[in-house]
């Protein structure tokens, strides 16, 4: 009896009818509320929903009913990989493989933890273990061929992908990651393709929206170089990308004529998506991409920029009709706008004390623009300087910090 239950409850969650999979669930659990699997499932549900903190809550029960159920530990990882939290998702996912050393979704799952900490080579690794027990294990060789278009072996990621399609052309997760190897590749009419017959099969499958967003955005040439360069850094590994950094910043100070240069490429990369999120928005099909709080933000960012660039073009008005000291207030108004689009993006942070820290320097940067400008236009300061100063001590620090 037990049996059929749970089954009916995991058919009804693998098609993604959650809403009756939870009805079911709830009279299952009046029953036997001491039964691991239908935490796990309960967990399983909250995740599908993307309400992470109720799902970490029901797998925390499911491991105290049964904490030598393997299984729970998988998810568990899973939970926390959905949060970029890597290295507890290692840690459970250990636990998982330590008491059921022969399951290859556990491996798949390993193998992507370590894809995200940019280890590619252990990815593989990872992946090929869970293949000698599972040939056709889709998550492991979905993982492998993310490893391999990531480390720039295309014709093997192409291969496995292609393979992938044939055998089970519905599957949702492979559409997305095609979808992905099309935009490392610039062709973003393909890489819709794949997106969109990924979230026709599994509508709110995060990671092909995300993929989606991305190919939207990247009709934007700036975005769309800026995607590319992204690319790249991710192909050369987290060790080359701190000492390309490293080396650019210790270039410009030997060189000091390519601080334009700098500025430009500053600018560019931190400046580009949160305009490139408005212009999303602002797509009758692309803001249905981004979520509750991503809209919000997005609409905020609107604002900001609206406001900046009113300010901006109050400046050039009193420039030409005045002078350029008495329009200076408004420039500094419209920097203090526009650089505070930069922590209001990164609000959608998961971490809690990044979020707190977002809200602090956008408060910050608005609040002293606003000053300035109070200061020196309404109440008539000749000297702003200590105001500039700030915004600039500021911003630099956002830069190091962020």
């Not at 925390?60 to 899973?78: Q, S």
């Not at 636990?95 to 059921?100: D, E, G, T, V, W």
């Not at 099969?201 to 990247?218: H, L, N, R, V």
């Not at 000492?243 to 601080?259: D, E, K, S």
């Amino acid at each position: 009896m037990l049996f059929d239950i749970i089954s009916r409850i995991e058919l009804l969650v693998e098609r993604d009818k959650l809403d009756l999979a939870q009805q079911n669930l709830n009279d299952a659990l009046s029953q036997y509320p001491d039964v691991s699997e239908l935490h796990a499932l309960q967990s399983e549900i909250y995740y599908k929903q993307g309400t992470y903190k109720k799902a970490a809550e029901a797998i925390e029960r499911a491991i105290g009913t049964n904490p030598e159920n393997d299984y729970v530990y998988y998810l568990k990882a899973r939970i926390h990989l959905a949060q970029d939290e890597h290295k507890k998702a290692e840690k459970e996912i250990d636990m998982a493989i330590s008491l059921a050393p022969e399951r290859a979704d556990y491996y798949g799952v390993k193998g992507s933890v370590r894809l995200n900490k940019g280890d590619f080579e252990e990815a593989v690794t990872l992946s090929m273990k869970g293949l000698e027990m599972e040939p056709d294990n889709t998550l492991c060789n979905n993982i492998l061929s993310m490893a391999h278009s990531r480390m720039g072996k295309k014709e093997e990621a192409e291969g496995r992908i292609n393979h992938l399609l044939q055998n089970d052309p519905e599957n949702a997760f492979t559409h997305a990651n095609a979808g992905y190897q099309f935009l490392r590749q610039g062709n973003i009419p393909k890489a819709k393709e794949h997106f969109s017959v990924a979230l026709r099969i599994e509508p709110t499958q995060e990671y092909a929206k995300a993929g989606m967003a991305e190919a939207i955005k990247s009709s934007n040439v700036l975005y769309r170089k800026l995607l590319q360069f992204a690319f790249w850094i991710d192909k050369i590994g987290s060790k080359s990308k701190w000492a390309l950094y490293i080396g650019v910043i210790v270039l410009v100070r030997i060189v000091p004529f390519l601080v334009p240069f700098y500025l430009v490429f500053i600018f560019w990369t931190w400046f580009t998506p949160p305009i490139a999120n408005i212009l999303l928005y602002f797509d009758k099909y692309g803001r249905y991409l981004l979520d509750e709080q991503e809209r919000l933000l997005t609409k905020i960012n609107a604002g900001l920029l609206v406001g900046s660039l009113s300010a901006l073009g109050a400046f050039v008005f009193w420039v030409i009709k005045y002078d350029v000291n008495s329009g200076l207030d408004f420039l500094g108004l419209a920097f203090s706008f526009f650089i505070a689009m930069l922590p209001v993006y990164h609000l959608n942070a998961k971490k809690k004390t990044k979020k707190y820290l977002m809200v602090g320097f956008a408060i910050a940067f608005i609040g002293i623009g606003l000053v300035g400008w109070y200061m020196g236009f309404v109440m008539g300061s000749p000297d702003n300087n200590i105001l500039w100063t700030a915004l600039i001590f500021l911003g630099m620090l956002f830069t190091w910090l962020v």
